[in-house]
């Protein structure tokens, strides 16, 4: 298995999952905004299955490399995966997301690489949806509205245009806004982890907009395991990954300051330009397709990165 982002948020997550059930993993990273230290459970239990290659997507040197490691299976998820950066520099956005897939694919074609399963992003892919038709299902039109959210969707279109050419197996998986242990807390999308690291730390919170805004918030294992399920089900389709329901950033607040024990009081700001009103994904593809069921609820979820993130400023991991 191949898991390209492999020292990232979600990629680290999935790497920890194929090693428990016994796979050899060649990660594929170069460490952009992911790091080893995600990786240090993994190398720490099993490095002797693991493999970590410090490259970028973009380099000639990844074709030859899937040529040597010869995956079954690779797993996409190496991206500029900051719509803000995308907006401000589009044409970084695509050379990683547009040229670095099609490298990949160029690498997995030549190889014989069984599948490729893709994260693709379910926020950005239907653009700002009329709200009734919420939850979104796959079958509306395509029509992203910022940089990242258009070399996403073009990655599903190569994808597509992979398969009926070379008969080079996918499937692409649309995920919520995923959240969990070892997100970043100072990236744009990880709205829980930086609640968590402000509320632990005793620090203002500020809300864009009056925070009605709503989301889809997945947990990162059961992602992890739609991607699991991606490797043998769901060929040429595109799955959405998400719980089907909308959570206001307000009640996100208010649920994890309850779990926190901390009486906090958000500042308020105005909404960002080209932040999405509403959104939920239906998940009822992926149910059929790949057996797959959104698991964990909200509260364990968020429980689970307050204590997380509690750990790391204990032992003064928070800087
Ligand atoms: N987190 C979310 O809510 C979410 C939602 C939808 C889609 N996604 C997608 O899921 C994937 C993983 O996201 P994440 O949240 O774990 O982000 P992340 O930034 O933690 O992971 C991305 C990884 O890719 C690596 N990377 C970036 N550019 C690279 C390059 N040119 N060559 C090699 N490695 C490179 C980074 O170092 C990092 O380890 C991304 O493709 C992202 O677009 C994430």
């Known amino acids: 298995m ?73 797993f996409h998820l190496a991206a500029q995966a900051d719509v803000r950066v995308s907006v401000t520099d589009p044409v970084f956005d695509a050379d990683v997301n547009l040229l670095g897939t099609l490298r990949l694919l160029e690498g997995a074609r030549a190889s014989e690489v069984e599948r490729v399963v893709f994260a693709a992003s379910g926020g950005t892919l239907y653009g700002e949806p009329d709200l009734s038709e919420l939850p979104l299902k796959e079958s509306l039109p395509h029509r992203p509205l910022s940089p990242y959210g258009v070399s996403k969707k073009a990655a599903i279109d190569y994808l597509v245009a992979y398969r009926e050419l070379h008969s080079l197996e996918f499937c692409a998986l649309a995920l919520g806004n995923v959240y969990g242990p070892r997100q970043d807390p100072h990236g744009e999308a990880g709205v829980v982890a930086i609640f968590a690291e402000r509320l632990l730390r005793a620090q203002p919170i500020t809300i864009f907009g009056d925070g009605e805004q709503t989301r889809d918030f997945i947990y990162v294992d059961d992602v992890v395991d739609a991607f699991v399920r991606g490797s043998t089900k769901g060929g040429g389709l595109l799955c959405n990954i998400g719980t089907g329901r909308e959570t206001s950033v307000n009640e996100l607040f208010r649920e994890m300051a309850a779990r926190a024990g901390v009486t906090a009081k958000a500042n308020y700001e105005p909404l960002r330009p080209g932040e999405l009103l509403r959104v939920s994904l239906d998940p009822s593809r992926a149910g059929i397709q790949l057996g797959w069921h959104p698991w964990t609820e909200l509260g364990a979820g968020t429980a689970a990165v307050l204590e997380f993130v509690g750990q790391r400023l204990a032992t003064g991991g928070g800087e």
């Not at 492999?6 to 090693?19: E, H, K, P, Q, T």
Request: aromatic letters at 2%.
């Open 2 to 74: 191949m898991v390209t982002g492999g020292a990232g948020f979600i990629g680290s997550n999935l790497v920890d999952r194929l090693l428990a059930e016994g796979h050899t993993v060649d990660v594929v990273d170069n460490l952009s905004t992911g790091s080893l230290a995600n990786l240090a459970e993994a190398r720490a239990t099993a490095a002797h299955q693991l493999t970590v290659h410090q490259m970028d997507i973009r380099s000639a040197e990844l074709i030859d490399l899937i040529g040597r490691r010869r995956p079954q299976v690779v």
